[in-house]
T-cell receptor, first 113, second 114 residues
Framework: QQQVKQSPQSLIVQKGGISIINCAYE??????FPWYQQFPGKGPALLIA?????SEKKEGRFTISFNKSAKQFSLHIMDSQPGDSATYFC????????????FGGGTRLMVKP | DAEITQSPRHKITETGRQVTLACHQT?????MFWYRQDLGHGLRLIHY???????NKGEVSDGYSVSRSNTEDLPLTLESAASSQTSVYFC?????????????FGPGTRLTVL
């Protein structure tokens, strides 16, 4: 049972464009939603995270939009750069769900110069 | 600088052999995790530990075991390797028990079971 569904699996964006990755979750107990970024040959690293008490969080060119009623959240990368080419994972966790991260399936982003 | 390392980085083994993947962290974190990464499945939790002598099963624990004899190390053992265990394995650690604490991942071990 995949509790966090992520789409698309792959994404190609031109340099300067906006990259959008979407995630949907089922467990309403989730209360923390991080995004991880993974470069080839490396382990994932925390990029940005949000709690459900806010609808948006922005850090530089990266923004998380959160829709609690729809149980969806998304990552927007503004002015996408070739250096953003990586695999992105959304995740969710809850203090009431054993504090374990449940990951989405991942999105492989390629930003063309 | 504190870090988390994994060894070996690449491993090829045969079906039925026992394999142990090493994970070592210098963060002094109590919480440590093992994940496997497969295309389309993201990262799935195999085993985790909240401290020395503590181990717990994750979502996909069948065929795997871990032991925690000190804070720094959490080795993952495949008792009898199967082709279905061909994957990339990541170790991670975090400082606190809360899910909101950042997890730090190692560089991964690519395991091929022939």
């Amino acid at each position: 049972q995949q509790q966090v569904k992520q789409s698309p699996q792959s994404l190609i964006v031109q340099k300067g464009g906006i990259s959008i990755i979407n995630c949907a979750y089922e467990n309403t107990a989730f209360d923390y939603f991080p995004w991880y970024q993974q470069f080839p040959g490396k382990g994932p690293a925390l990029l940005i995270a949000i709690r459900p008490d806010v609808s948006e969080k922005k850090e530089g060119r990266f923004t998380i939009s959160f829709n609690k009623s729809a149980k969806q959240f998304s990552l927007h990368i503004m002015d996408s750069q070739p250096g953003d080419s990586a695999t992105y994972f959304c995740a969710a966790t809850s203090n009431n769900a054993g504090n374990m991260l449940t990951f989405g399936g991942g999105t492989r982003l390629m930003v063309k110069p | 600088d504190a870090e988390i390392t994994q060894s070996p980085r690449h491993k090829i083994t045969e079906t039925g052999r026992q394999v142990t993947l090493a994970c070592h962290q210098t963060w002094n974190h109590n919480n440590m995790f093992w994940y496997r990464q497969d295309l389309g499945h993201g990262l799935r939790l195999i085993h985790y530990s909240y401290g020395v002598q503590d181990t717990n099963k994750g979502e996909v624990s069948d065929g795997y075991s871990v032991s925690r004899s000190n804070t720094e190390d959490l080795p993952l053992t495949l008792e009898s390797a199967a082709s279905s265990q061909t994957s990339v394995y990541f170790c991670a650690s975090r400082a606190g028990a809360g899910g909101f604490n950042e997890q730090f991942f190692g560089p991964g071990t690519r395991l091929t079971v022939l």
